[in-house]
């Protein structure tokens, strides 16, 4: 029994992008029976820098100095030096249960997960306050290292909770939600990577393609802060990802057309992909749809569909 201090930290499942926000809405989501779908990250003070790998999808991230966990560590590290803090080491255990390169945020809850419990060590332990602004531009780098862009639109969710506005300067902000939204999110195992998906994207977009995504994203966010759910469901639509994505995603254009022919409000992709959701009212129709796809979707290893709600913090 170790008489040093641990702290731990949670971070879950985003959706990125939420359908009309690329790189600036995200959704924090947690599943509605209380099953664990996100990243856990404990830490203690060591004398050199450890780290262990434990979880479902332990197997499918790097075990040592390329792990996001540990580059974590060295940020901090780089941090505490270059404010002529005295070296610390760190003991690491990630809990990784979710898969890399599903589109669940996976990445993001690894590192909003190591910077959480990294600076509560530090904060109780030694008394050093590493101020928000730094942590978001490190949690930025750490994110960006492996989309190939440097956003926040899973990290914020994962840090503040609920549907959040990711602006280009200034803080993450998080919007007005309905608490009556169900999610089914679905991963069908496949794996594909951010960057990737990324890639497949044009280089530049017709005008109008253009104006019209501001003003879809323009009436969600009016729409959200007055409780408008017609509004925000009419406005629920992309023209600058999906399109190029779809073809990318194994079954995803049947599957959505099914889900939608079940009553789901709204269908999308999650972030990058190949995870997808559909939006509901109600929890049984919900849970039916996930029973659907459980049934019908492509599936390869490591496939999982919740029913989920918006997560906030404790």
Known sequence: ???????????????????????????????????????????????????????????????????????????????????????????????????????????????????????????????????????????????????????????????????????????????????DWHLVLAFNGQQLLTRDSRACLPPSYPKAHTIAQMQRMAAVVDGLYRQDQKQVLLHLQDCLAEPYRAELISGYRECRAELLQQGALAVGISGAGPSFFAVCRERERAQSMADWLRGNMPQQSGSFVHVCKSWYPK
């Open 1 to 179: 029994m170790t008489d040093k201090p641990f702290f731990s930290a949670f971070a879950p499942a985003s959706i990125g992008n939420f359908i009309v926000g690329f790189d600036v809405l995200g959704l924090a989501i947690a599943p509605v029976d209380g099953s664990l779908l996100g990243d856990q990250v404990t830490v203690e003070p060591a004398e050199h820098n450890t780290l262990t790998v434990t979880g479902t999808y332990r197997d499918r991230v790097p075990q040592g100095e390329d792990n996001l966990v540990y580059k974590a560590a060295q940020q901090i590290q780089n941090w505490l030096s270059k404010k002529d803090h005295q070296h610390v080491a760190f003991s690491l255990t990630l809990q990784k249960n979710l898969p890399v390169g599903s589109g669940t945020g996976s990445s993001a809850a690894s590192v909003v997960a190591a910077i959480q419990a990294l600076t509560a060590l530090l904060d109780n332990h030694q008394g050093i306050k590493i101020p928000m602004a730094d942590r978001w531009q490190i949690m930025a780098m750490l994110e960006g290292g492996v989309s190939g862009a440097q956003h926040l639109d899973n990290i914020a969710p994962a840090v503040l909770g609920g549907l959040v506005l990711c602006p280009e300067q200034g803080n993450p902000q998080q919007l007005p939600f309905f608490d």
